[in-house]
T-cell receptor, first 113, second 112 residues
Framework: DAGVTQSPTHLIKTRGQHVTLRCSPISGHKSVSWYQQVLGQGPQFIFQYYEKEERGRGNFPDRFSARQFPNYSSELNVNALLLGDSALYLC????????????FGPGTRLTVL | KQEVTQIPAALSVPEGENLVLNCSFTDSAIYNLQWFRQDPGKGLTSLLLIQSSQREQTSGRLNASLDKSSGRSTLYIAASQPGDSATYLCALEYSSASKIIFGSGTRLSIRP
């Protein structure tokens, strides 16, 4: 079985641009969570979606948005990019909502210049 | 405010030693706690999950404990190996806010 996949692997953008990151969960998993990890820190929770509904949201500005599709894949969108948005963006999937048995993808490395 | 702290930030020990990594939290109303391992530039690998009603979980050379009354969890690694070198993170889920909070991690280096 394929694990969680994320695309693209790396991305370089300039300030003010918009970016879309994609995540495909493990087959059968209905929940997807997004995290931002700045170098040297633990991941910061951004969103959790379960059955296409938002179940949780971290302390991120409205420039960050996400959605989950009928096939349970997900997109994270970030508008008006700032230098501080440079980070590793991680996606995790689980069978149900919540932290239990979360499986992480390899991440997307976003660099904002 | 819900905070998760991991001390020390970095640890280096010789191969074969038993070691303990610490995770402390300010709000004990957790739903569950999970320990992860992260290799440089990679995603996270789940090691152990402890439900709120449990006190410990074991997997191979790893043992994780949870003491909600003191706001602490420990990850015990027995007979450490160079392949155990990685950053170890604890994460807590709070059902009251559907929020998941990670510690900043302990960077572990096992010297051959």
């Amino acid at each position: 079985d394929a694990g969680v996949t994320q695309s693209p692997t790396h991305l370089i953008k300039t300030r003010g641009q918009h970016v879309t990151l994609r995540c495909s969960p493990i087959s059968g998993h209905k929940s997807v969570s997004w995290y931002q990890q700045v170098l040297g820190q633990g991941p910061q929770f951004i969103f959790q979606y379960y059955e296409k509904e938002e179940r949780g949201r971290g302390n991120f500005p409205d420039r960050f948005s996400a959605r989950q599709f009928p096939n349970y894949s997900s997109e994270l969108n970030v508008n008006a990019l700032l230098l501080g948005d440079s980070a590793l963006y991680l996606c995790a999937s689980s069978l149900e909502g919540g932290l239990g048995e979360q499986f992480f993808g390899p991440g997307t490395r976003l660099t904002v210049l | 405010k819900q905070e998760v702290t991991q001390i020390p930030a970095a640890l280096s020990v010789p191969e074969g030693e038993n070691l303990v990594l610490n995770c402390s939290f300010t709000d004990s109303a957790i739903y569950n706690l999970q320990w992860f391992r992260q290799d440089p530039g990679k995603g996270l690998t789940s090691l152990l999950l402890i439900q709120s009603s449990q006190r410990e979980q074991t997997s191979g050379r790893l043992n994780a404990s949870l003491d909600k009354s003191s706001g602490r969890s420990t990850l015990y690694i027995a007979a450490s190996q160079p392949g155990d070198s990685a950053t170890y993170l604890c994460a807590l889920e709070y059902s009251s806010a559907s929020k998941i909070i990670f510690g900043s991690g302990t960077r572990l280096s096992i010297r051959p």
